[in-house]
């Protein structure tokens, strides 16, 4: 069964930064579109950014600038590089797979945003 599995999340101090994997098993993540999504508590699950296999990235208004998504498919890990953290970047972010109608998530990892 595949599997996604992040981590990197923690405690940071605003203006810091944080490091998100994203690794794959028993799949080859180089055929799809990935994604890191996020879900702060009381608030729906929101896109941060995507990339497709042709590495295309895409990033919500919120992230521009801050955020960079990268993909390193000889490693079969997504990454998400957070710089510039503020408290509303406070959420659990979960990892994304999906070509065709294959379709997967991770489990999640906390990232805490705070002095």
């Known amino acids: 069964q595949v599997q996604l599995v992040e981590s990197g999340g923690g405690l940071v101090q605003p203006g810091g930064s944080l490091r998100l994997s994203c690794a794959a098993s028993?799949?080859?993540?180089?055929?799809?579109?990935m994604g890191w999504y996020r879900q702060a508590p009381g608030e729906q699950r929101e896109l941060v950014a995507t990339?497709?296999?042709?590495?295309?990235?895409n990033y919500a208004d919120s992230v521009k600038g801050r955020f960079t998504i990268s993909r390193d498919n000889a490693k079969n890990t997504l990454y998400l590089q957070m710089n510039s953290l503020k408290p509303e970047d406070t959420a659990v972010y979960s990892c994304?797979?999906?070509?065709?109608?294959?379709?997967?998530w991770g489990q999640g990892t906390q990232v805490t945003v705070s002095a």
């Open positions: 994304h797979a999906v070509y065709r109608a294959y379709d997967y």
């Open positions: 028993r799949t080859r993540l180089s055929i799809y579109t």
């Open positions: 990339i497709t296999s042709g590495g295309s990235t």
